[in-house]
């Protein structure tokens, strides 16, 4: 009994560590974001960006794998992409009291809305991206890339 008691305890630690081991932002927690997304949370903030792999290397994403893009036409911490523009490249929108954490913070839109910014640039979607992983929006016109993690 006690030996099997043991072996039970070694594979609930196993799980319990592999379940913690994260992505470099803390441990991580799987819940419904503010939009009601099923997401991994990081443990720093309340909203939701997990990292996809890609061809280009490992990219951030929305909770659900849409690769997140920057947009070279913006100024620092300022959105130059709305009307027509925020239709093809939808802005990641944040909550106006969303914690921020590292890199990551929340900038005002033109139109009061609240969009996350990554070292103060603007993070979007692009409508052609349709699954985790693709970058079709990546150079685009050459102001589009995508938010590479490293």
Request: contains cysteine.
């Amino acid at each position: 009994m006690k030996l099997q008691s043991m072996i039970i305890a070694t594979l609930l630690s196993s799980a319990a560590l592999t379940a913690c081991a994260g992505n470099g932002y803390g441990s991580n927690t799987t819940t419904n974001d503010s939009y009601g997304n099923k997401a991994v949370t990081l443990a720093q903030a309340d909203t939701v960006v997990t990292k996809v792999n890609t061809s280009l290397g490992e990219v951030f994403a929305t909770s659900k794998g849409l690769t997140l893009y920057i947009f070279t036409k913006d100024e620092a911490g300022k959105s130059n992409c709305d009307g027509g523009c925020a239709a093809n490249w939808p802005p990641f929108m944040a909550k106006k009291d969303a914690k921020t954490w590292g890199d990551f913070t929340v900038i005002e839109r033109g139109d009061g809305s609240y969009q996350w910014a990554y070292k103060n640039q603007p993070l979007y979607t692009w409508v052609g991206d349709q699954k985790e992983g693709d970058i079709n929006g990546h150079g685009i016109g050459n102001v589009w890339y995508a938010a590479q993690t490293k």
